[in-house]
């Protein structure tokens, strides 16, 4: 069965990979569950978003800041990671859209959560290959130290970390290319410059509040410590209205299940702040829906699905994007419009892949041929990644004119 967070692996070799050492893993398996255990004695229960904050990303055992999770040996796969075409179809895209507005320069790519920096690296072959970096800086927003030094070693001949601990920039390097590279672990910190923003499988990794219908009434869901057993957990709901519940709850609101993530909404509308005052384009691509998602929380762990009570920290947790709350987010303030979300096949498919795909099938490799037509399938194929992962773009509203006569690629 395919398991369709990110997707199951099968293929060997389909790119080369760095791994990490394994002292770099924390020693007891259980330290994050112990960490959440004290935080619910003290405090009582906590929210399903601080329970995804502290399993994901705690400096002490967090899933993604010690380890390289991806790949056969990891839990999950990604599009970028399967094979080049995903990375240079989103490379065209911010080609095509950039060249429509006279190439800017100076410019920046910023890529959030860039994972072992394949997407960054593909973009950045492209546009070489194109004569398009003159002028480009590249802004990588990472928490991993881990994932950074991946990134690091994959995109630069040469890096340095900043030991400075006031600044804001905690590594920086030159890439292969001659570009500038810099990691920042916030948004925030990133420069004001015309910007090209990517990012791809970041949103479904923020935290979510999860609400359930009761009795016409919407209650919070939270998690509690399971006193059956040591260190485990169970799910309640909140006897009273909790901040969330309170915040963001819409007065329309009609599903009996529903997850909402305040962290995405305000991630968004920062990126749309900067398309308005900066200039630029994003793509965001991601697993999600149209407003109409409910209970999609869920942990990966070895490629299957997992309990996400069960030694938090060992497996990846995960919700669906909410593609409209996340578009309301970024235009409700008019400086930007939305185009999306499109269906990853239907985007990709606009784009020229399969002509791509046709063209390497001829050139490649034999040993390689398999593992580039599983690509292009799990990519593409309704059943697969082609419907559950779309796409949405974010361009400034001063643009709207010249949209309707040049529609953007991609998304008619
Ligand atoms: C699911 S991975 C996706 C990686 C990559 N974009 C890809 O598609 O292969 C999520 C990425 O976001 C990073 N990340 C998760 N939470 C983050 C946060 N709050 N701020 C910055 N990066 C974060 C992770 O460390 C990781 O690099």
Redesign the pocket.
């Known amino acids: 069965m395919l398991h369709l967070r ?1 997707c199951t692996w099968r293929m060997k070799n389909l790119r080369a990979y760095y791994t990490v050492k394994n002292e770099q893993l924390p020693k007891d398996p259980q330290q994050v569950a112990k960490q959440i255990f004290s935080k619910i004695k003290a405090t009582g229960p906590i929210t399903v978003a601080d329970y995804m904050k502290e399993v ?2 705690s400096p002490v055992g967090g899933y ?1 800041m010690h380890k390289d999770v ?1 790949g056969e040996a990891g839990d ?1 796969i ?4 399967l094979n080049q075409m995903f990375g240079e179809m989103i490379a065209i895209w911010f080609l095509n859209e950039w060249s429509k507005v006279g190439s800017p320069k100076p410019f920046q790519i910023v ?6 920096g ?2 960054s690296q593909d973009l950045l072959r492209v546009f070489d290959h194109f004569g398009a970096l003159k002028g480009a800086t590249l802004h990588l ?4 130290p881990v ?1 950074s030094d991946i990134q690091a070693r994959r995109l630069c001949i040469q890096t340095d970390n900043i030991l400075d601990q006031k600044s804001v920039i905690y590594r920086q390097g030159i890439t292969h290319q001659g570009i500038p590279v810099k990691w920042y ?2 948004i925030d910190d990133v420069p004001n410059c015309f910007t090209l923003l990517v ?4 949103f ?3 935290p979510i509040h999860k609400f359930q219908r009761i009795n016409d009434r919407y209650k919070e869901i939270l998690i509690d410590i399971d006193t059956s057993k040591d260190y485990s957990f169970r799910y309640v709901l909140s006897k009273e209205d909790t901040p969330a519940s309170k915040l963001f709850i819409k007065s329309s609101e009609n599903r009996d299940h529903f997850e909402v993530s305040p ?1 995405s909404l305000v991630i968004i509308k920062k990126v749309a702040d900067r398309l308005e005052a900066d200039g630029g384009f994003a793509l965001i691509a991601d697993y999600g829906h149209n407003g109409n998602g409910t209970d999609t929380f869920r942990a990966f762990r070895k490629h299957k699905l997992h309990d996400a009570l069960i030694e938090p920290g060992t497996a ?1 947790l ?1 919700a669906d994007v909410d593609f409209h709350r996340l578009a309301h987010s970024a235009s409700e303030a008019g400086g930007v419009i939305c185009l999306g979300p499109k269906a990853q096949r239907d985007f990709l498919l606009n784009m020229g892949i399969e002509h791509r795909f046709r063209a390497l099938e001829e050139n490649v490799k034999p040993e390689l041929k398999e593992g580039l037509q599983y690509g292009y399938k799990m990519m593409t194929d309704k059943e697969q990644m082609g419907e559950r992962f779309k796409f949405l773009a974010l361009l400034p509203a001063v643009l709207k004119k010249m949209v309707e006569k040049y529609p953007v690629a991609g998304f008619h």
């Open positions: 990110r994901l990303i993604y991806f999950f990604t599009s970028p990671e890529e959030l959560g860039p994972g072992r394949t997407l927003v990472e928490v991993s994932l672990r916030q990012a791809h499988e970041f479904d990794a923020l962290e990846d995960t």
